[in-house]
Nanobody
Framework: QVQLVESGGGLVQPGGSLRLSCAAS????????MGWYRQAPEKQRELVAD???????NYADSVKGRFTISRDNAKNTVYLQMNSLKPEDTAVYYC?????????????????WGQGTQVTVSS
């Protein structure tokens, strides 16, 4: 009942910036956690950043100081501003949403994933 649509990936040079967007759709009342994961070839999927509805954030150590996560709850959208990109940031980035409260329900539940968007950092 929840669909995630990602955008903003692409090819960028080292030191450049990209802004990823992920819009959640459905009969959504609220979303507890929205975030971004990434998976590089031959590596496990890892958390990049997430944010709770209360504003708490988590960042991977490798992106602290370079990436910023933000939310627009009125639009059910999460963003990831990526600055000072490095080749090691190259990966497929996946939007993730956890604990969604849907219209007509009393409890937040679920774990939803976007289709993934490729980010390539290369000169």
């Amino acid at each position: 009942q929840v669909q995630l649509v990602e955008s903003g990936g692409g090819l960028v040079q080292p030191g450049g910036s990209l802004r990823l967007s992920c819009a959640a759709s459905g009969s959504i009342i609220s979303i507890n956690v929205m975030g971004w994961y990434r998976q590089a070839p031959e590596k496990q999927r890892e958390l990049v950043a997430d944010m709770t509805n209360g504003g708490s954030t988590n960042y991977a150590d490798s992106v602290k100081g370079r990436f910023t996560i933000s939310r627009d709850n009125a639009k059910n959208t999460v963003y990831l501003q990526m600055n000072s990109l490095k080749p090691e940031d190259t990966a497929v980035y996946y939007c993730n949403v956890k604990d969604v409260r849907l219209a007509g329900t009393w409890y937040a539940s679920g774990n939803y994933w976007g289709q993934g968007t490729q980010v390539t950092v290369s000169s």
